[in-house]
Every structure is written in C-alpha cells, then in structure tokens.
C-alpha cells in the first residue's frame, strides 16, 4: 500500500518546503498538501506533481480535520500559530492512527501529549521541528560531537532578519511573556539564573553586520540542552540589527499585550516592522556558537557559523529530516522534542546541501578569532 504523508499548511511559507523535501526524499510515497484553500493547496500539489493530492482542510472544523488525518502514516504540522494550534492536529492525527510531526509546538503540547502515553500505544509525535526552537538544540550537540567530549560553556549569538507569517508573529510575541524562556537570564552551576545579564546595546558582535543589540534569552529547550550537556554555563543572545524597527516595535507592544484580544493587530504591526526593516535589503539568519569544554582530558573550543538566507526554508527542511526519521524507525514511541530526539548529522548534512545556506563551518577557536574568515572547515 502506497504510504499518505499529510502535511497541513503545505503551500504555506514553512509547509511549502517541508513538502517539497519530503516529496524528494520519498518518491514512493503520496504527499497530502493540505489548507483552507484548495485552490492553492491544488496549485501547489500540481507543482509537486508525482503522488502529491490536493485537500481542504480547516483545523478549527474537527470533521474537516479527521478527514484530513485519515488513512496517513504520518501528520505535519506546519500550520499555526502554536498558541491556537495547541495539541488539536496531533489528537486528529493520534486518533487517526498516524504519527505526528510538528515544526512548532511547545511545553503545554508536550505535556498534553505525554498524557496520552503514545508508546504504549505505537505512535510517535516529534515537536519544535524547526528553526527557533528546532536548530537552537540540535546545532550545539552537533558542535560538542565535533570534537568536545566533556563540554563545560556555551556562547550563542542567533539574529535574523527576514518576512513574519502572522502565525510567526503571533508566537514572536507570545515568547516576550515567558512562553518559551526568560529575558535576560542564564545557566549557571546547573540551575538557571534570573537576571543575569544585560543587553548588549550598540555593540559589534563577530560575523555580524554592522552594529547589533543582543537581548540575552535562556528558553526552555537550551536550558535542556545544558542539563543533557552536562554545562556549567550558557549565555545566549538574540541579536537585532541597530536601528531595527522591529526591536523597537518588541520593545512597544510587549507593555501593551493584554490578552488574546490585542495580540493579532500587535502581530500585525510586528510584520510591518519586520517588512521596513527588510527593505531594500537581503534576509539572513545567522548562527554564531562557541562552545569549550574538555576533549580526551585536554583543554578544547570549538565554534560554528551558519549563515542562511531563509528562514522557512531553514524550518521546513528539520520538519523534513523529522518526518524522514520518524518514518525510517529511527525515532522511538512516545513523545520528544526535536532536538533531544533527532541524530544531528543528518539535519546539518541536509543543511549544508540548501542553496539557502551559504556557510555552515566549524573552527577549532573562539569566534573571535576567527572573524571573517569565510572557508574554516574543520
């Protein structure tokens, strides 16, 4: 029997990619590209070609989305946000018999899962398949495999510059209020630290354009990587362009949010900003890592750089490897977060293959040593 991979938003900005790198990466297999609109997920299903299907689907109707999830080895999920979405694909999906693949979700659908018992059941459900979080996670346990045995300190510098989907900035704003970590803390002696440290306001910061603000922000899944890391301490940075419009507008709505209410016109004005920031120039995303530590009893520092130019294609790509990973048995029952779950290599192997990926090296210094340099593969 020819094996259905659904993937709901599949002609969205993450979907879309998603789609087309599991349609590549099982030709055998039927791709469901499904969305509100049939017309585009018809448009986009044609593109494919192959076994690609075309469905409408509404999350919020529960008939419209079992009927989306029946028959499916597999769910993605690239449609959201993540504060609407909950856990409502992955019980359509569970329910259907299919496992589950989220490029968001976060700590209250892992939990809502996890008291489902999905092992005991035979099913798997991978969450936070993606970007920020998803490659926040997976990129430093890469880096510690590379040649940093017993890893002691982690400095993470992650800015981007790029278009926000409403969805993408409804959980921007959502993450301003805890939703996904804390502003301004840090991991120290195994415990985290609020108030830690400060902003880093008009400074310059190696591999960065220009002058940056870097806002230090401990989430939840780098706190699990110190703990799974054995790390005595993390400091890490979300860096902005100076002058950004978007830091700016973060800074305004953030005192302004006041529920549910006000959180879609507050997306909105984020986009905006986002858009001004962006004009006339090109997008970026841009991972900055240092991490030092111990290799065979000697001391040891390895750092890495990976320079992007999209990031849904960043995204969609780790909802791929996901997918590929659950689908291949490579992924146990129950339910996980990327990060802690997926074998990294695969996910920088793929990676290193996108046309939007300009650099993704590794140096055997610190990054300040290293600054400019365009060709530093270990």
């Known amino acids: ?39 585009e997920a018809t448009r986009y299903a044609e593109h494919l070609g192959g076994r690609a299907e075309p469905r409408a689907v509404d999350l919020t109707d529960p008939a419209s989305l079992t009927a989306f999830c029946a028959d499916c080895r597999i769910v993605v ?16 999906a569970l329910a259907a018999g299919a496992d589950y693949v989220d490029a968001g979700g976060d700590e209250p659908v892992h939990q809502a899962l996890s008291a489902r018992d999905l092992a005991a059941r035979g099913r798997t459900a991978v969450l936070t398949a993606g970007m920020m ?82 806002y230090p922000y401990l989430s939840y899944e780098v706190e699990r990587l110190a703990r799974a890391l054995g790390l005595t301490t993390v400091d890490w940075y979300n860096v902005f362009d100076g002058g950004s419009r978007m830091l700016k507008a973060l800074g305004r709505l953030q005192g302004a949010m006041s529920g549910q209410s006000a959180l879609e016109p507050a997306a909105r004005e984020l986009m905006e900003a986002a858009a001004l920031d962006l004009f006339g120039r090109d997008p970026y995303q841009l991972f900055v890592l240092e991490l030092t530590g111990r290799h065979a009893g000697r001391p040891a520092v390895r750092s890495l750089v990976l320079r992007g130019s999209d990031t849904y294609e960043l995204t969609g790509t780790v909802a791929a490897v996901a997918t590929t990973a659950v689908l291949t048995g490579r992924v146990p029952g129950g339910v996980h977060y990327a990060a802690e779950v997926l074998d990294p290599g695969p996910v920088v192997e793929r990676l290193r293959a996108l046309p939007a990926v300009s650099a993704l090296d590794v140096f055997d210094r610190p990054v300040e040593e290293v600054c400019g340099t365009e060709e530093g593969e270990l």
């Open 1 to 39: 029997m020819t094996t259905t991979i659904a993937v709901l938003g599949g002609y969205g900005a993450v979907g879309a990619v998603a789609a087309r790198e599991i349609a590549a990466a099982h030709p055998e297999s039927r791709v469901r590209i499904g969305g509100r609109r049939l017309d």
């Open 77 to 92: 999920n690239c449609a959201g946000p993540s504060y609407r979405v909950l856990d409502t694909v992955a019980a359509a």
């Open 133 to 214: 979080p998803g490659l926040t996670g997976l990129l430093p346990r890469w880096l510690a495999a590379q040649g940093v045995d017993a890893p002691e300190r982690l400095l993470g510098y992650v800015g981007t510059m790029d278009r926000l989907t409403p969805a993408g900035a409804g959980d921007y704003l959502l993450s301003l209020g805890g939703a996904y970590g804390e502003a301004q803390s840090a991991w120290r002696d195994g415990a985290r630290v609020l108030r830690a440290l400060v902003p880093l306001a008009d400074t310059e910061l190696p591999f960065f354009p220009g002058t940056v603000s870097a």
